[in-house]
C-alpha cells in the first residue's frame, strides 16, 4: 500500500444500541463501511470487530490502517443509557440554603415528558424519575446573589467547609454546585469549589469537583444543575469508557485522539472539559451526513429519517441548515445544552411486539430486543416476538446473510413465536399477523413523518427525504408512501450513515453564555453601542475557553477558525433564535444595525415576514462561541453510468415475499454488485450485508452516479 492516496485518514464510530457502525475513509476520499453486534460491557471489542470488517474490503488489518489514522470520531448511546438506567456516579449537590428539593422537583414538565397527548390529559400517569442525586447527598449553603449578578447575601464560609466534610462522609464520587443567578456572578460557587478542595485536600481524597458557572454559565438554574450534575454522574464515567476505547486503538497502533460526536453537531476530544455534551451522539451522525452530502449534491431541503433497530429518528434541514434547540429534554431531564433539534420515537427493527389485553390490538415497543435481534435468533434469548421476527417471516430478510451470515435467523423460530404470540390470540394466519405489525409501524412512522414537517409550516414535496439506518431501507417505501415527498433516497452506505456522519463533522468546540442585552426601538446610538461592547465581551470570554480546548489537543491559536453566534429575540417575545453573526467582531452602532438586520432576516425565514416585529425592539439573551478546526473528508462517490439493466452477476435468485395480504415472488439482487444507472421494479429485495433494500410490487428504485438509491411509487 504505498500509494499515498490509499492511506486511511479517517474514522468514524457509530455505537448504537444494536449494531456497531465503522466507516473509514482513504487519502482519496474513497471509503468503506463495517458493521458488528454491539458489545455493551465492552464496547472496544465491538469497535474492532466492526473495524475488521470494514477493511476486509480493502483486504487490509487494523494493524496496518490503525497506525494510519489521523483521527477518529465516536458517538454511541453508552452515556445516555447510563442516566436512563440510573447507573452514574455517586453525586454530591451543593445549592443555595432553602433550595435543597428544587432539583428533586425539577421543572413540571419532566413529569410528563415521553408521554403521548391522552397520557398527559391523566394526572395520574404522570411520573417523576429517581433524582440524579438523592436528598440525603444535597446541601444547603447561605448566600444569595440576584438577578442583575449583585451579592445580597455574602456566603457563610463555615457552612461551606461543612457541607463538604458531609458530602465527603457520604462516599461521594464526585461533587457538583449550583447557585441561584451564578451565570451573572460566579464568585460564591468558584469560592466553593476552592473549598472543597481544600477540604479534600486534608483528607487525602481525588474527588472531582464541578461549579455551573466553569461549565455551563446559563440562566434556567433547574437546566444548569441538571447538565452539571450530569457533567459529574455521567461524562466522567463516558471518560473512562472512552479512554479505554483510546487506549485499545494504541495497542493496536493508533496514534490519534479519540473525538467524539457533540451535541450541536461538531465534534470534540474525549478529553473536553464539558463531555456532557456528547450525552446525545448517535443520531446526530445522520443529520450531519445528511447536510454534507446535501450540500454536495444541491439539496438545500432534507427530511432525515434513520431506523436502527431501537428508535425512528428524524429531523428536518431547510435552506441547507438544521435547528439548533437550546433547552432540549434528554432522558426526562431539561438541560442547558444546544441540540441538533430531532424528534425520536420509540420504534425500531428490534422494537417487541405484544397483544395489548385491553383493546386486543397489536402494539409496539417502546422497549426493544436491541442487539439480540429477536426470537429468530436462538443465541440472543429473547423469546418475545420483535419486528424483526416480521420481517424474516416475511421474507423481507435473508435468514442466512444477517450481518453478511455472521448470525443465522431461523424462520421456524420466528413463526411459532408469532403464531403463539400474536396470530393465535387475534385469530389470523401468521402471514397477516407479521404483515399488520408491519403496517401499523409504517402507518406510525408515517404519522410522525408528516406531523413533524406540517408542524413546521412546510410540505413535503419541497423536501427530499434521505433514509438511512440498518432498518431505514426495509421501511422506506412505507413510511414515505403517499407523502408526496420531492424525492426518495437510501445511501448505499445507508447501515453506516450515522457513523459517515461522525466522519464529515467538523472538529468544533461550542460555548454559550448567557446575556442580558435590551434595545428598545427609541434607544440611543449610546445604548446600542454599549450593547455591542457587553456582546463583545462575552465573545472575548467564550473565544478563551474554546481556544483553550484546542491547546490541550495540541492545536496553536492561529489553527482555530472562531465563529460568533448569539441568540436574539423581539422584546417581550417568550422564544428566541439562534443567529451566525454576520461580523467577526462588532463595536459600533453600524455594527449593531448589522446583526439586527441579520435577525430580522432569519425570523423572515423561519416564521414569515410578516410577523417580524422590528417595532417592539430587539433583545440579545445569549452570546455563542464556536471554533474549528479543519479535517479530512470523505468524498462522495462518483462512478460512471452503466445503463438501466443490472449485471447478470448481481441477480441472486428469488424469494417469497409477502406483500398486501398475499404471497408475491421477489427478485434478488447483491447491492454492492449493482452499477450506477441500474433500475430495478418491484417486486425485488436488495441485499447487502450490512442493510436491505425492499422494493414493493408498484415501485422502482434507480442507482445514481454517487450510489444514492433513489425509490419512487410507479
Known sequence: MGNEQNVVEVMGIDAGGTMTDTF???????????????????????????????????????????????????????????????????????????MEDFHRMGRGIQCYLGYSLEDRLHLNTHRYDEPLVPAERTVGVTERVDSQGDVVIPMREAEAFEAAEKLLAQDVEAIAICFLHSHKNGKHERRVVEICREVLAKHGKNVPVFASVDYYPTRKESHRSNTTILEAYAAEPSRKTLHGLSETMRQQGGKFDLRVMASHGGTISWKAKELARTLVSGPIGGVIGSKFLGEALGYDNIACSDIGGTSFDIALITKGEFAIQKDPNMARLLVSLPLVAMDSVGAGAGSFVRIDPYSQSIKLGPDSAGYRVGVCWEEGGIDTVSVSDCHVVLGYLNPDNFLGGAIKLSVERARAAIKKQIADPLGISVEKAAGGVIEILDQSLRGHLRSMINAKGYNPIDF???????????????????????????????????????????????????????????????????????????????????????????????????????????????????IDSPLSAVASVADWERIVETFDETYARVYARAARSPELGFGVTGAIMRGIVATKKPRVPEEEDCGPTPPAHASIGERPFYQQGRWKTAKLYHMEALKAGNVINGPAVIESPATTLVVPDGWSTRLDTHRLFHLREL
Not at 474513497?30 to 472496544?44: C, I, L, R, T, Y
Not at 464529515?504 to 446575556?515: I, N
Not at 454599549?530 to 491559536?557: H, M, Y
Open 24 to 98: 473509514f475513509v482513504r487519502a482519496d476520499g474513497e471509503f468503506v463501511v463495517g458493521k458488528a453486534q454491539s458489545n455493551p460491557s465492552n464496547e472496544a471489542q465491538a469497535v474492532i470487530e466492526s473495524s475488521i470488517d470494514a477493511l476486509k474490503l480493502w483486504d487490509r488489518d487494523i494493524d496496518q490502517v490503525y497506525p494510519e489514522l489521523v483521527t477518529s470520531v465516536y458517538s454511541g448511546t453508552a452515556m445516555l443509557n447510563r442516566v436512563v438506567q440510573r447507573k452514574g456516579m455517586r453525586v454530591g449537590l451543593i445549592v443555595n440554603r432553602g
Open 464 to 578: 427530499v427525504c434521505f433514509s438511512y439506518g440498518g432498518a431505514g431501507p426495509v421501511h422506506t417505501y412505507g413510511y414515505t408512501q403517499g407523502l408526496g415527498f420531492k424525492d426518495v433516497i437510501i445511501p448505499a452506505w445507508a447501515a453506516g450513515f450515522s457513523a459517515f456522519g461522525c466522519a464529515t463533522a467538523e472538529f468544533e468546540y461550542r460555548y454559550d453564555k448567557s446575556v442580558d442585552i435590551a434595545v428598545p426601538p427609541s434607544a440611543s446610538d449610546a445604548v446600542k453601542q454599549a450593547s455591542c461592547v457587553t456582546l463583545q465581551e462575552a465573545w472575548g470570554e467564550l473565544a478563551e475557553k474554546v481556544i483553550e480546548e484546542f491547546r490541550i489537543n495540541g492545536f496553536a491559536p492561529e489553527d482555530v477558525l472562531l465563529k460568533p453566534g448569539f441568540t436574539m429575540q423581539y422584546l417581550g417575545q417568550l422564544n428566541d433564535l439562534e
